[in-house]
């Protein structure tokens, strides 16, 4: 794979996460990758870090949002960094979720080395 990613990368991506296929998923990023979840216990949330701590988080997401979706994907790539915006909807343990957000990448060898997702909360 070249070093440089493409946007038709990103809708692969993406398009993984909505299917998803963890391992699609993990295939488009390093094996030393990072994944930092928008909620966890701390404040960058939850940092899973290498193939099998990002699959245990993925499972776990889906797992908790069985429905989850990340609706109108827009991406936008400069050099070694990238941001996907998206609107998330899924049905969690307390009810319907729907949210805008976006990830921010860092890029090595052509595939994702960081993954850090950010959301907004919507609240009452």
Do not use: Q
Not at 96 to 123: L, M, N, Q, W
């Amino acid at each position: 794979m070249p070093d440089d990613v493409t946007y038709e990368f990103l809708d692969e991506f993406a398009a993984a996460w909505n299917r998803h296929d963890v391992d699609a998923i993990l295939n488009h990023m390093t094996p030393d990758g990072v994944l930092l979840n928008s909620m966890g216990a701390s404040p960058w949330g939850r940092r899973s870090v290498g193939r099998e701590e990002i699959r245990r988080a993925i499972i776990d997401l889906f797992a908790a949002f069985p429905d989850a979706c990340w609706n109108d994907p827009k991406h936008f790539i400069a050099g070694d960094r990238g941001v996907t915006e998206w609107v998330f909807t899924g049905t969690g343990p307390n009810g319907p979720v729907e949210s805008h957000g976006c990830d921010v990448f860092t890029f090595a060898e052509g595939k994702i080395a960081v993954k850090d997702s950010y959301r907004k909360h919507v609240t009452g």
